[in-house]
């Protein structure tokens, strides 16, 4: 093979490193959105046996956001093989112990079940805010975007903003705030 | 001399089993084990071989289809399209293009690719279908169909 | 019996009983067979594999028509005794005279194809050379010229137009050096019995032809493309190369993938990928000088 061909096929199958902002998004969601991403389904060549998965960096896990009250509401069973072992843990509780953890899970049972999985998810690297150590930050090449844009804090907006936004009506002068 | 009893010791034996024998062995030749070997063992996974090897034929048809629609997916997304939205403009555009085609032009053709998701956008804008919004920028998207509808 | 494959026919017993007892008939393959079959394997594999024997050992065997029907076979018309002679090796010669001497005979002077060998290396070299110079330049069109013309090339040619059975040689099975050199003979012997027309035309068929399916960037591989670039440009009045990084993925892991583009005033000469740097821009160079060299025909018909 020539030495271009060698490169051409080199620079296919390149694995590419991304970044996503894991902050106010919805885990179950974004597991969709990163696991395509961590199989390589988003690439034309994709095949299972191809080996062509990317590396996904997610940065403010600790931000998530779940949807109504999933955060009271889920919980993770674990079972440790011995006798009286099951733990129900809830999903705050799970969140206080390791930020990282319930990002983890939603990325890991959204994938198919087969042996690719555990390799899969060693693609995945998790972090619990923006801290991310310089030398995964310099192979990073994209930036997946994010599925529902981040709010802003009213307190974050300047003064002039909030006086200049539409009002669709005000309360009557003469009303008294509790 | 005449032997009239001898005949009568002639017995009649079957075939040679060594070479229905060896029917089997050929397609056990890749196997581990016993199974390559000993009759009685090879012949139940010989049969067993061949069973899902004409199961399979069906279920490879299927792999490829899906397979190629996989990569199908990939390469819209790429060009920021719905599947199901490309397929439909396609068909109305009267490209019947099947998956395998579809599959091998994203991958080895990506300008012919990008030509054909422009043709399905445009057609999808012009036909209010639910994937495209005039959002996307199709004003430098211009098909011969397109000209004469909006006569 | 050299070529003996037994089959269920070739094995056939003497029936010479003779007392008549009436058997049932079997149509199935005998009891006897296989062992019979396995028996002659084990003997087989025990004594090892049979030695090569030339094909003019073997049986039907008449030289001259091989020799006539090579020219047929062809489609050449070759003088038979030039033809002849080119076939036969000095050392074949000179062994053949010593036996001569010895037995006493006295055998019409045997020619060999000495003189024809560099005769029909010209021939071919310089065809060739010329061939691809129109297409080719100078570089590109020398590295293809060695790699035809060479031994490798030339033997693999020359046996497969049925020139390994053909040759007179001493030694068995015929050496690489030795059908490269009856090749070149055989071209010089054509050239004598015809023109230097019909050798170029036979040189087109048989060694151009190889070139078919392969790229030539394949055979040709300048050692250090980036300076070999820059010469080349200079001599295109382009003095300034600007290589840049456009892209980069992974760069501190051991897949890492670089690209980069070759610039010069603001337009692209080449792109290429690599592992490092370094090599993305040697593989830079190597396309740059592809696209400048894929309009060379175009130029030379402009000119």
């Known amino acids: ?178 | ?151 | 019996m050299s070529l003996f494959k037994p089959t269920f026919s070739v094995l056939r017993r003497c029936v010479a009983l003779n007392v008549s007892i009436r058997t049932s008939e079997s149509r199935s393959i005998k009891r006897w067979v296989a062992p019979t079959l396995k028996e002659l394997y084990r003997r087989r594999e025990k004594v090892g594999p049979e030695p090569e024997k030339p094909r003019s050992s073997y049986l039907e065997w008449n030289y001259e028509a091989e020799v006539f029907a090579f020219g047929k076979r062809l489609g050449e018309e070759f003088d038979r005794d030039i033809l002849k002679k080119a076939l036969i090796q000095k050392e074949y010669a000179n062994i053949q005279e010593i036996k001569a001497k010895e037995t006493g005979q006295n055998l019409p002077t045997i020619t060999d194809n000495y003189e024809l060998i560099p005769e029909g290396d010209g021939i071919i070299s310089s065809y060739v050379m010329t061939e691809l110079s129109k297409k080719y330049p100078e570089d590109i069109a020398k590295a293809v010229t060695n790699y035809l013309t060479s031994e490798e090339m030339l033997s693999y040619i020359a046996s497969h137009i049925g020139l390994k059975d053909l040759i007179l040689t001493n030694e068995f099975p015929v050496a690489n050096s030795t059908l490269c050199n009856t090749f070149k003979a055989v071209v010089a012997a054509l050239k004598q019995s015809q023109n230097l027309a019909q050798a170029e035309k036979f040189i087109h068929d048989f060694v151009l032809s190889q070139l078919n399916g392969k790229n030539v960037y394949e055979i040709w591989d300048p050692k250090e493309p980036y300076k070999y670039l820059t010469r080349l440009l200079h001599q295109r009045g382009i003095k300034e190369i600007e290589p840049r990084l456009c892209n980069q993925s992974a760069s501190n892991t051991v897949l890492a993938c670089f690209q980069v583009g070759l610039y010069s005033n603001r337009e692209l000469l080449g792109i290429g990928w690599g592992e490092s740097v370094h090599i993305a821009k040697d593989t830079a160079a190597l396309d740059a000088i592809q696209r400048v060299y894929k309009n060379y025909t175009t130029q030379l018909e402009n000119k």
């Open chain 1, 1 to 178: 093979m020539s030495a271009l061909k060698r490169v051409q096929q080199w620079a296919t199958f390149a694995r590419v490193w991304h970044i996503y902002d894991a902050s106010w998004q919805n885990p179950f969601k974004s597991a969709e959105l990163l696991k395509k991403y961590l199989m390589g389904l988003h690439k034309p060549i994709y095949h299972p046996m191809n080996d062509c998965g990317d590396h996904v960096i997610v940065i403010n896990s600790g931000d998530i956001a779940l949807p109504g009250d999933e955060w009271k509401r889920r919980v993770y069973f674990h079972h440790t093989g011995y006798p009286g072992g099951a733990t129900w843990t809830l999903a705050w509780e799970l969140h206080s112990k390791d930020p990282t953890m319930v990002l983890r899970k939603a990325v890991y049972n959204s994938m198919d079940g087969n042996l690719q999985r555990r390799y899969t998810m060693e693609r995945l690297h998790l972090f619990p805010d923006a801290n991310v150590p310089t030398n995964l930050l310099k192979n990073v090449s994209n930036q997946i975007q994010q599925l529902k844009a981040k709010p802003k804090r009213l307190d974050h907006y300047s003064e002039n903003q909030v006086k200049q936004f539409p009002k669709i009506f005000d309360y009557p002068k003469d009303y008294i705030l509790k």
């Open chain 2, 1 to 151: 001399m005449v032997f009239t009893t001898a005949i009568n010791f002639v017995r009649a034996r079957g075939p040679d089993e060594f070479w229905r024998k060896r029917k089997i062995f050929k397609l056990s030749a890749h196997f581990v084990g016993r199974k390559r070997n000993c009759y009685s063992i090879a012949i139940r996974y010989v049969h067993r071989a061949l069973a899902y090897a004409t199961k399979g034929r069906k279920l490879r048809k299927i792999d490829m289809a899906n397979l190629w629609e996989t990569r199908v997916r990939a390469g819209c997304e790429q060009h920021n399209i719905n599947y199901d939205t490309f397929r439909e403009g396609l068909v109305r555009s009267d490209i019947l293009l099947n998956r395998k085609t579809l599959a091998d032009l994203s991958c080895w053709e990506p300008y012919t690719f990008k030509s054909l998701t422009d043709i399905a956008k445009r057609r999808a804008l012009d036909d209010g279908l639910a994937g495209i919004s005039s959002d996307n920028k199709l004003d430098g998207i211009i098909t011969k169909g397109c000209l004469n509808r909006n006569k």
